[in-house]
């Protein structure tokens, strides 16, 4: 994945936005579209945006690429990462090629509702 501490990040909300980005960073990063397969991405109003598994669908967005440690640092700080999210590495298609990149995953428990995240689930689960 890293190169002399560069990686690549897949986002799919707020961090879509390149001014937040540069807000964040200080810097501006090439970006591509591309697909996460294998999760439903939740967007509920009161919170911010997560992602779960679902096989049945995918998650469209962004990968930042090339993204330094010290980026990566601040992007981990914006996250709240470890409480809010946890940063994990998957893999995503772009048009051109399959990437490694990290992905923040929403702590469901901390995110959603508890009737939100039941009802969420049993969606899941009666469609398997």
């Known amino acids: 994945m890293s190169r002399q501490n560069i990686c690549h990040v897949f986002v799919y909300g ?32 009161y919170s911010y945006p997560l992602l779960l598994p679902d096989p049945r669908h995918k998650v469209e967005g962004l990968i930042l690429l090339n993204v330094d440690a010290e980026s990566l640092k601040r ?3 914006y996250e709240d990462e470890g409480k809010l999210y946890q940063r994990c ?25 508890t009737r939100d995240l039941r009802a969420i689930l049993v969606d899941i689960e009666l469609n398997d």
């Not at 590495?89 to 509702?113: C, I, R, S």
């Open 14 to 45: 707020t961090l879509m936005d390149p001014h937040i980005i540069k807000a964040i960073t200080g810097k501006r990063f090439e970006t591509r579209r591309a697909i996460l397969y294998g999760y439903r991405k939740i967007d509920p109003p």
């Open 75 to 77: 992007i981990d700080e």
């Open 89 to 113: 590495v998957v893999k995503v298609k772009t048009e051109d090629a399959d990437l490694e990149a990290f992905v923040y995953f929403g702590k469901p428990q901390m995110l959603l509702k």
